[in-house]
Structures are given as structure tokens and as C-alpha cells.
């Protein structure tokens, strides 16, 4: 609705406009691929670390338990993560993917160059030969205090019946659809207080809220892609391009002036 975004799956994407307080609460970029059984070992990730410690200095490892069905097994493996000095960035690196996640996002450039630099040394590094999904995923939440409503800043598509039924407390709505460059998965609506709609994502407030959660992303499982940290870079660069489409679309010029668009 703002800068009158029409087709906000195949149109080009809009003007980036600096918000001076947007509401996201975490931005993630990832890829996937075919398991890499020596990422299991700490010596075979190490030339990786020792490329990024500079930046992402803060080490841990995390054991994931998945139990899988037929025959039914638990299967652990290990997850790597490196975090800059504040934790406001996370490196995360299993057998079978990387992914970079902030709370602290700056811009779409800034993001894209960090994992740009995460992607070019994987690849000279751990060099996985192809990959399955490269996704870009961003989580905006707006905390509602004191009975503040978003009426007025979503268009009415997005709106839902939160502002026509009136005391509904949550009212999640989800869409997928195929888009220029591959697809999105859209997630967005009210959560009352301690509320949240993925834990690990999005961390629950003490106040009821309104989200968008856009997962624009590249799915090739039969046909996988060659690896190349270039190449991934520009899809994540236009990936993101997408999310920020459907985030344009959704919300009026009063949501932008109320997160810090500069007026004219």
C-alpha cells in the first residue's frame, strides 16, 4: 500500500526507506545442504572458526536431539555457533546447514556483505558441493500497549477482523505462494501478551502484539544448485528484495511515519 507496491510477488521492488526505529526483531539468512558428516568433527570446522573469530570471536556448541521415524531412533548432532562480542549476531553451522542471525539489523547491505563474507569462507573452507534452499527471513513485531491498536497502518487485507470483532485476543493468518524468485511463506497477526508464534525467532513480550514474519526463500531438493558463495550472495541480496516487497505492501505510509520514515 505504501509507495503503491501492486504485485508484491513478481513486481520490482520498491525504494528502500530508512525506518530510524523499525520493529524487527530478527533477521535470518540460511542455507541448506546435503549432510557433511566430518562437520560433526571440531578439527574439520576449525579453519572455518579461525577465518571469522575476528568478527564472531564467542564459541559454543549445542547438541540437537531429533528423533526420527522408521525405524525409530533419536539422532543427535552437533550445531557450531559464533557470536560477535555483544551477541548481537549468531553464526550458526551444522553437517547440514549455515545460517547468520541478528537483533540488531542496520540495512539490507550491511546484512547481505556479512553473510556475503560467511558464505565466501564456508566455501573455502568446508566447500559444500551443492545446496538444497537458500532463504532470507524477516520478523517484524510491534508491541501494543495500553489497548493500541494497528488500525490505519496495515492495508485492509492484512488487517483481518482484529479491529471489527474487536476484544479478540489472537488471530494468526499465513499465506505461501510462488514469487519472482522462488517463494514466500507469510505468517502475521495479533498475539496477546506472553504470546509469540515461534519461540525461537521471536521472543514473547509482556504486552499483546501484532507480527509479520516473511520467509522469502529458494527451494531446489530434486535439483540442487551448485555451490557458490557469489552466486548465493545475489540470491539472498534479491531474496530479501522480495521480503521487503511484501512488507511495503502490507503496511501504509502512517506505519513508516510512526517507525521513523524522514518526512519530506
Do not use: C
Amino acid at each position: 500500500m505504501s509507495q503503491n507496491v501492486t504485485d508484491p510477488l513478481y513486481g520490482d521492488e520498491p525504494i528502500e526507506v530508512p525506518l530510524a526505529n523499525a520493529p524487527l526483531a530478527r533477521v535470518v539468512a540460511q542455507i541448506r545442504f546435503p549432510e557433511i558428516l566430518s562437520m560433526q568433527d571440531k578439527a574439520f570446522v576449525a579453519p572455518f572458526q579461525e577465518r571469522i573469530r575476528r568478527t564472531y570471536p564467542l564459541a559454543q556448541s549445542d547438541v540437537i536431539n531429533t528423533f526420527v521415524i522408521g525405524p525409530q531412533r533419536m539422532v543427535s548432532s552437533t550445531v557450531w555457533r559464533y557470536y560477535d562480542p555483544q551477541k548481537n549476531w549468531r553464526v550458526s553451522m551444522s553437517d547440514t546447514f549455515l545460517s547468520l542471525e541478528t537483533t540488531k539489523y542496520v540495512s539490507r547491505k550491511d546484512f547481505v556483505e556479512r553473510f556475503g563474507f560467511i558464505l565466501t569462507q564456508l566455501e573455502e573452507t568446508i566447500n559444500p558441493s551443492h545446496i538444497a534452499r537458500v532463504g532470507v527471513r524477516y520478523v517484524d513485531q510491534v508491541s501494543l500497549e495500553g489497548g493500541e491498536s494497528m488500525k490505519g497502518m496495515l492495508r485492509p487485507e492484512m488487517a483481518g477482523i482484529k479491529d471489527v470483532v474487536g476484544n479478540t485476543k489472537h488471530v494468526i493468518s499465513e499465506f505461501e505462494a510462488d514469487t519472482r524468485e522462488g517463494a514466500v511463506q507469510v505468517r502475521w497477526g495479533h498475539l496477546p501478551k506472553d504470546g509469540t508464534h515461534d519461540p525461537d525467532i521471536m521472543p514473547a513480550i509482556q504486552h499483546p502484539s501484532w507480527f509479520l514474519d516473511v520467509d522469502s526463500y529458494i527451494f531446489r531438493e530434486s535439483e540442487m544448485m551448485e555451490y557458490s558463495a557469489e552466486t548465493v550472495k545475489s540470491q539472498v541480496l534479491a531474496l530479501a528484495g522480495r521480503a521487503y516487497s511484501i512488507f511495503m505492501w502490507s503496511v501504509t505510509d502512517d506505519f513508516l511515519v510512526k517507525y521513523g520514515k524522514e518526512q519530506q
